[in-house]
């Protein structure tokens, strides 16, 4: 039985390279048989040994060892305290989500992914929590935003899909000042790229369904908390609503994760060729990407994060071109969805930000001609030649 306790201990293997610690991850191998595909521990529940003998494991949807081995991996990577692996993008924000109070008041991204916008509208509001959009880019507008009661901030760099860049550093020295939590969707840019919790942030939450598990076949969402305190309060919460991430798929972000070094290398550079193709095409209007020099927030950009991700978002010049465009993309696909392999193309107005309104996406930018693509690692050549052959 003495072997059943390797399961709980781990080497934080904090003097590792990330493309390191995403290979080896926390425990890394099966510590009782040494297999190195670490083992899907396909169970619900768990043999006790005695009355008040246990292996640490109970049940499932409060420990599991391949959820705790992707958790664990996801905590050394974001230098967190403790990380919660959930079945999906949306579970993570809605768990961090219970940690706010009727009355408490929220800053929200003025474009994040839709999905936030509708938790806040049904939930929060529902619950009698305050929101607010504002745009994390103007310091001051967040500032004039902050009421007594503000209690958290919510912010996604770069946002979906207009790719806007926040300081996170001076958003959480402003924070902080009030005592409000900073919380930072981490989805397009990944651990690997940017370090929300090292800025000052206390909680950083993930889409794992996009580049942490990278292939388009599972969904997952991730929460990395900073203190003892948070993990306490969002463990209850897990055991509570139960959306933990299954064994199966928590295997699967594994395995995902262990080539996300190279994976997001790719995206970034191949991502960089086509913002240029894209640039250069007359059908193309603008073209929103973090690491065009002439970005808004390009030098903040390049103080937070080492690399610009592979996250482009283009407006075409008319309805007409939208149309035939998508009509005409053959190897890249027209999909919801981001962050894979696969370079995959979506158009936010009809598909992922019905949620917004009209009048408020036209605001923001997300107008019908806008398309926003995430770029895969085939090759970038085939990429381009495939924008190419739709656009003209
Ligand atoms: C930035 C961002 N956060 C969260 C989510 C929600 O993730 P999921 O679809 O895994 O629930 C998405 C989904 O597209 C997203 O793009």
Redesign the pocket.
């Known amino acids: 039985m003495k072997n059943f306790t390797n399961y709980t201990v781990y080497d934080k293997k904090e003097n590792l390279h990330d493309d390191t610690k995403v290979v080896r991850g926390a425990l890394g191998h099966d510590p009782v048989t040494g297999a190195i595909s670490f083992p899907i521990f396909q169970s619900a529940t768990y043999r006790h040994i005695g009355i008040k003998e246990n292996t640490n494991f109970n049940y499932s949807r409060i420990i599991n060892p391949t959820r705790e081995e992707f958790e664990r991996t996801m905590a050394i990577l974001d230098h967190g305290y403790r990380a919660f692996a959930v079945s ?6 809605s768990l961090v989500l219970t940690m706010l109070k009727p009355k408490e008041h929220v800053l929200v991204s003025d474009d ?2 839709g ?2 916008v509708r938790a806040c509208d049904e939930v929060l509001k529902y619950n009698g929590v305050l929101y607010k959009q504002v745009d994390f880019t103007n310091l001051e507008e967040v500032k004039n935003n902050i009421k007594p009661n503000t209690k958290m901030m919510i912010i ?1 760099t770069p946002t ?1 899909p207009m790719m806007k860049v926040a300081d996170i550093k001076a958003i959480c020295e402003l924070a902080h000042q009030k005592g409000i939590t900073v919380v930072v ?1 981490n ?2 840019l990944t651990t690997y790229f940017q370090k929300p919790l090292d800025l000052g942030a206390d909680i950083v ?6 580049y942490l598990a990278g292939h388009n076949d599972v ?3 991730v929460v990395v908390v900073k203190t003892k305190e948070q993990a306490d309060f969002l463990n209850l919460q897990m055991a509570i609503y139960g959306a933990c991430l299954a064994p199966m798929d928590s295997w699967l972000a594994l395995r995902g994760l262990k080539t996300l070094a190279v994976r997001m290398d790719r995206h970034a550079s191949n991502a960089k060729k086509v913002a240029e193709f894209l640039r250069n095409h007359p059908k193309v209007k603008k073209v929103y990407y973090v690491g065009f020099e002439d970005h808004p927030q390009y030098a903040i950009s390049l103080k937070q994060t080492t690399g610009f991700g592979g996250m482009i978002s283009f407006e075409l010049d008319s309805m007409d071109t939208v149309n035939k465009f998508l009509e005409k993309i053959n190897l890249i696909l027209f999909a ?3 962050g894979g392999v696969e370079s995959l193309v979506t158009h936010p107005a009809s598909r ?1 930000h019905t949620e917004v309104s009209k009048e408020v996406r036209e605001k923001l930018g997300i107008t019908d001609t806008l398309l926003r693509l995430s770029v895969g690692i085939e090759n970038v050549d085939d990429l381009i030649a495939d924008l190419k052959q739709a656009l003209d």
């Open positions: 999906s993008g949306m579970a993570a924000t994040v992914y999905g936030t996604e979906n969707d989805t397009f939450v993930y889409s794992a369904t996009k969904l997952a969402g919801e969805s981001l992922t």
